[in-house]
């Protein structure tokens, strides 16, 4: 079964465009296909205009499903991009190709799950946190960024989570260090059965080889 059965080609409408921090949240209206979204789940969106040429269509991470058929994206304005994509207007009409990917496992049993981001790439595990509680799951977070500033909503981290951890390379929040550096002692100490991360590659494979030794499943959302 092709895992993108669902995926369909749209005009999605940007609800809201709006500031958080060093980064943007973008709302777009996706209609009847916010049912087939799953955590974990990514959408493509083309970028820069009709007569743009940057040709190659941009990879997003859903950060989270809302009701009324809208979906909500975290993105970094960085690269020509994100940064076009970030200077839309509210009632844009978004070229975009959702829901693409294999949406995060839930575990069948009430487990203690280990969930990892860095950056804005947190946003994902959110809506996972989520979820995972209504399954009875003990959810631990542990945020990483190199500074206090790109440390996506701990506000809201902390509720969604059970556990919040914070790291930062700078200690300017949370305790000093790379939110890997730590991985090991979290795993001993609250007994986790399964990790989720999001985030830079390096970090993710960090987190394959610690998940490796430790002989637990691990899951990585990649766009």
Known sequence: MPINKHAAHIQAILVSNRRIGVYHQLVLEIGDLVKYVKPGNFIAIS????NSKMVLRRAFAISRINDRGTIELIISPQGAGSKWLCSQLDGA???VITPLGTGFGIPTEPVTALLVGGGYGSAPLFGLAEVLKS????????????TAAKIYAPLEG??????????TEDGSAGEQGRVTDSIHELISEYDVRVIYSCGPMPMLEALSEIAVQSDIAHQCAVE
């Not at 902390?158 to 790291?167: E, G, P, Q």
């Open 47 to 50: 970028v820069g205009g009709e």
């Open 93 to 95: 009409a978004i070229d």
């Open 135 to 146: 399954r009875g799951c003990r959810v631990v977070m542990a945020l990483g960024a190199s």
């Open 158 to 167: 902390k509720r969604a989570a059970t556990l919040l951890k914070i790291f």
